[in-house]
């Protein structure tokens, strides 16, 4: 079935300095790529995704890119803030998929440090 | 406003109960889905729902289960066939296929006493 791999599995960065998350996805039927962050105690937010006919597409200090041949996509994020501590995931989904399931990577700790 | 509602935040079990997880949604959504979160294990599907009346097992079924009366609402049945239910579980509602629009809900946190 489906699997998406995401790493590292922790990141700290100091303030002001770019933070990159890298996954791979499985299946190549696959054509949507949302990213979420999690803060502590709660639920997963979108922040931003792609769809597979887009190589890229950014919204402030954030940016996603996809590389389909490879079976991968990447969240950039520039000029970290404190704020921006969180567990990031990534995930993946095909419209083939029944349910429209999106699966998940393992996640992504990202730390900033002021 | 439209949104996702899981409760309780907290619940606490003991050993050979069953509990039940609320999760309600007014984002006029068809499908639903539950989450189980374990630490530096993401998220994985226990049980979806595309439609009213109809659901389907995810990757990590056993010892749990659902029902979609309604379509606001997907409430998930911890058993004590489930051995280890301690984790933080994510209900989560899309408008349907290709996993657009997936609004997940603030988690309740499960821990056996």
């Known amino acids: 079935g489906e699997n998406v791999e995401q790493h590292p599995s922790t990141l700290s960065v100091q303030e002001g300095d770019s933070a990159v998350i890298k996954c791979t996805y499985s299946d190549s039927a696959s054509n949507y790529f949302p990213w979420y962050k999690q803060e502590l105690g709660k639920g997963p937010q979108l922040i931003i995704d792609i769809r597979s006919n887009v190589g890229e597409k950014k919204d402030q200090r954030i940016a996603v890119t996809l590389n389909k041949t490879a079976k991968h996509f990447s969240l950039h994020i520039t000029e970290t803030q404190p704020e921006d501590s969180a567990v990031y995931f990534c995930a993946a989904s095909s419209l083939y998929n029944q349910g429209g399931k999106l699966i998940f990577g393992q996640g992504t700790e990202l730390s900033v440090k002021p | 406003d439209g949104g996702i509602t899981q409760s309780p935040k907290y619940l606490f079990r003991k050993e050979g109960q069953n509990v039940t997880l609320s999760c309600e949604q007014n984002?006029?959504?068809?499908?639903m889905y539950w989450y189980r979160q374990d630490p530096g294990q993401g998220l994985r599907l226990i049980y979806y729902s595309q439609i009213v009346n109809d659901f389907q097992k995810g990757d990590i079924a056993e010892g749990y289960s659902v029902s979609r009366e309604k379509k606001e609402s997907f409430p998930l049945t911890v058993t004590s066939a489930q051995k280890n239910p301690t984790a933080f579980y994510l209900c989560?509602?899309?408008?349907?296929?290709?996993?657009?629009?997936?609004?997940f809900g603030s988690g309740t946190r499960l821990t056996v006493v």
């Open positions: 989560a509602s899309s408008i349907g296929a290709g996993g657009y629009g997936y609004t």
């Open positions: 984002l006029n959504h068809d499908a």
